[in-house]
């Protein structure tokens, strides 16, 4: 079975401030990870995924993260951040014993502040 | 193009009541999944259509949950005998189901409130 940690609930920083949220996973056989985005009263969206090759990859509003297969992490980075930021992420990952459903992390609020 | 889109937005109902929540999925996507969101528990999987084939059902709590898709597009997931701890946020995603990594769209979700 695959599980996911996300270890912080919450992360307060401050507007053009670097920001790291951290995700490890368990699974026994190869992953695709993705993190999703929950704007407030809103619905979840992919930020971005990580399927094979390289093992960074970006998205569109300057987020990245980075697939570490030797310490089962993909944390997100962002070098820095806006107030427009401020959310809820979630890591997930699906693998194929788990029938292509999503495993997602508890959450991770990111509120920034100005 | 049209988004996953779900109805009703809210839902709140008494307990033991029987409730519907319909997801009309994006059009041209054949796997069509069915989440929870709720405080104590997160983000949870319930069940998991592709297709003509047999659902998986492996997520759904008890028997009182149950869904359907019908025509290979809109699903509903019904709740018998709602109680409490049924309040959450329902998901429902939609994917083109062609590989394990494609992306899953989400609808904005139905929040159940059960008094």
């Known amino acids: 079975a695959q599980s996911v940690t996300q270890l912080d609930s919450q992360v307060p920083v401050f507007e053009e401030a670097p920001v790291e949220l951290r995700c490890n996973y368990s699974?026994?056989?190869?992953?695709?990870l993705f993190w999703y985005v929950q704007y407030p009263n809103q619905g979840l969206q992919l930020l971005l995924k990580y399927l094979s090759g390289s093992t960074l990859v970006e998205s569109i509003n300057g987020f990245e993260a980075e697939f570490n297969k030797s310490q089962t992490s993909f944390h997100l980075r962002k070098p820095s951040v806006h107030i427009s930021d401020t959310a809820e992420y979630f890591c997930?990952?699906?693998?194929?014993?788990?029938?292509?459903?999503?495993?997602f992390g508890s959450g991770t609020q990111l509120t920034v502040l100005p | 193009g049209a988004g996953v889109s779900q109805s009703p937005s809210n839902k709140v109902t008494e307990k033991g009541k029987d409730v519907e929540l319909r997801c009309d999925p994006i059009s041209g996507h054949t796997a069509l999944y069915w989440y929870r969101q709720s405080l104590g528990q997160g983000l949870e999987f319930l069940i998991y259509?592709?297709?003509?084939?047999?659902?998986?059902k492996s997520g759904l709590p008890s028997d009182r949950f149950s869904a359907e898709r019908t025509g290979g597009s809109v699903s509903t997931l019904t709740i018998q005998r709602t109680q409490q701890e049924d309040s959450a946020v329902y998901l429902c995603?939609?994917?083109?189901?062609?590989?394990?990594?494609?992306?899953?769209?989400f609808g904005p979700g139905t929040r159940l409130t059960v008094l």
């Open positions: 995603a939609s994917s083109f189901g062609l590989a394990y990594s494609d992306t899953q769209y």
């Open positions: 997930a990952v699906s693998d194929r014993s788990s029938a292509r459903q999503l495993t």
């Open positions: 699974s026994s056989v190869s992953v695709y």
């Open positions: 259509f592709q297709g003509n084939s047999a659902p998986d």
